[in-house]
């Protein structure tokens, strides 16, 4: 068989350990691997890929990032597009192509299914907004680096006696907000699932000033809604027509309102994409690795039109069409068990 392998949309740590997975394991079953540049973009026009060999991906275990490349190209925008992957697919001798991506790139792996490609996908995404899996790819690794990073906050925060603003990513889903504030002891944490207003914050840090804490971390994810200050989104959107987030300054404006409502001095940290990046996480090496071996029996087995996902601790097949209905938001448990600690 001869089987394709491509990265789409956010990159994140635990990319390369699941090529690398797909190329060991379809090596074992005697198959040839081509590697596909940028995502979709290089199944589109005159294609840009390379064959990969277990030599090619030797040492990328450890490496963040991938070694394909990744892009946030949509080719369902334009019926010609999705008519050029297929053709491109053909043209390039694929029996099979796995497709690691977040929620925009198994929809289009759920679509290109539908029209009659063998695709397999595997879901990955900082966000862990995914649904029928417990965990994505990248989540691990990215809660790992807030909670490294709100631990470094803490001592500055206590020492300068500030409140911190920490904005962290998280379209819709405030996974990364949640975890990552348990993990790493946050005093409030604000999520797009859970309306929350400025002056029930405020309230909280002076209540934390009037038991005698006197700094606070606040975690803010960057889709977060919150009633009482205003965020303005521009023109610009993706190919996946999602807005840019990092240019609504949620956390600045947040920030700047708490101080000029409580008088507390405050600072705000937004950590952007070092979320992204890095060596993955042992989590998400194994997470990836199982990932990446299971894609590849699941075309020898025909099971084209799934995902393998993580429940408990077993690998399960999920159809795409369902990981992709409805993105996978915060257990309302969870944030009432991190709000114990607020
Ligand atoms: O991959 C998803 C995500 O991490 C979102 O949380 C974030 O809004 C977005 O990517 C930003 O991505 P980029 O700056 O690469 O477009």
Known sequence: MKIGVLTGGGDCPGLNPAIRAVVRRAEQHGDE????????????????????????????????????????????RNPAHIA??????????????????GDDTLTVAAHLHERGLALVGVPKTMDNDVSGTDYTIGFNSAVSI????????????SSHHRVLVVEVM???AGWVAVVGGLAGGADYVVIPEVPATIAEICDHLQTRRARGKDFSIIVVSE???????????????DAFNHVRLDRRN??????REIERRTGFETRVTVLGHLQ????PSLFDRVLATRL???AVDYIHEGRFGYMPALRGNEIVPVRLADAVATPKLVDPELYELARTFF
Do not use: F, Y
Request: charged share 15%.
């Open 33 to 76: 691997v081509l590697g596909i540049h940028n995502g979709w973009a290089g199944l589109l026009g005159e294609t840009k890929s390379q064959p990969l060999t277990s030599r090619d991906v030797s040492g990328i275990l450890p490496l963040g990032g991938t070694i394909l490349g990744t892009s946030r190209t949509n080719p369902l």
């Open 84 to 101: 050029q992957v297929e053709q491109n697919m053909q043209n390039l001798g694929l029996d099979a192509l796995v497709a690691i991506g």
């Open 146 to 157: 807030v909670a490294d990073a709100l631990d470094k906050l803490h001592t500055t925060a």
């Open 170 to 172: 998280g379209r819709g």
């Open 223 to 237: 889709g977060a809604a919150i009633q009482g200050v205003e965020t303005h989104d521009d023109a610009s959107r």
């Open 250 to 255: 949620i956390g600045e404006i947040v920030g």
């Open 276 to 279: 992204r990046g890095g060596s």
């Open 292 to 294: 990446g071996v299971k």
